[in-house]
């Protein structure tokens, strides 16, 4: 199965500030990955599929880029919604996997 | 507006079968296939099967193969996964997740299952 690894677990910033994210895999994936935000007790929600195209409703702010092997989750500038955790999946084959996720903190 | 709502906490003891209840609501139930994910405390989110809700026919991962059973029922709009033999290490939110194009794009709330003797 393919191995997705997140980089960096942890991510310590300010809001206002630029957050990227990364998601590598284990075999080429083509476009084929997805981002999601998780909030404690909630469920995850999709931000980002086709590595870059963003989900219904989902603010400019967050952009996703990548082909291949490496794919990054960037958000330009923090609003206090946006501490959470971030997960990215692949459905390039069976079984669909995620990532091990990168949680997004207040400095 | 498109709902994915889920069935509520369950306590199972080892051994036992636990059937979990997903319901659509808001679009053509049909349409779309249904996913399910579990979260167990600390690791990451593990995809065990879907199915598609059109025809029923289901594919699971090798990991659940012999333990999950996912169906569903048009006329109610439901989607059903049932995990049998439960051990602790089954402890976890359950989460089933509508299929847009094979990405996963509205999540029901996720059910506690909680595996005790």
Partial sequence: EIVLTQSPATLSLSPGERATLSCRASQSISNYLAWFQQKPGQAPRLLIYDASNRATGIPARFSGSGSGTDFTLTISSLEPEDFAVYYCQQRSSWPLTFGGGTKVEIK | ?117
Avoid at chain 2, 34 to 55: C, D, F, K, S
């Fill in chain 2, 1 to 117: 507006q498109v709902q994915v709502v889920q069935s509520g906490a369950e306590v199972k003891k080892p051994g036992a079968s636990v059937k979990v209840s997903c319901k659509g609501s808001g679009y053509i139930f049909t349409n779309h296939a249904m996913h399910w994910v579990r979260q167990a405390p600390g690791q990451r989110l593990e995809w065990m099967g879907w199915i598609n809700t059109g025809t029923g026919k289901t594919q699971y991962s090798q990991k659940f193969q012999d333990r999950v059973t996912i169906t569903r029922d048009t006329s109610a709009t439901t989607v059903y996964m049932e995990l049998s033999k439960v051990r602790s290490e089954d402890t976890a939110v359950y989460y089933c997740a509508r299929d847009r194009s094979q990405w996963l794009d509205t999540w029901g709330q996720g059910t506690l299952v909680t595996v005790s003797s």
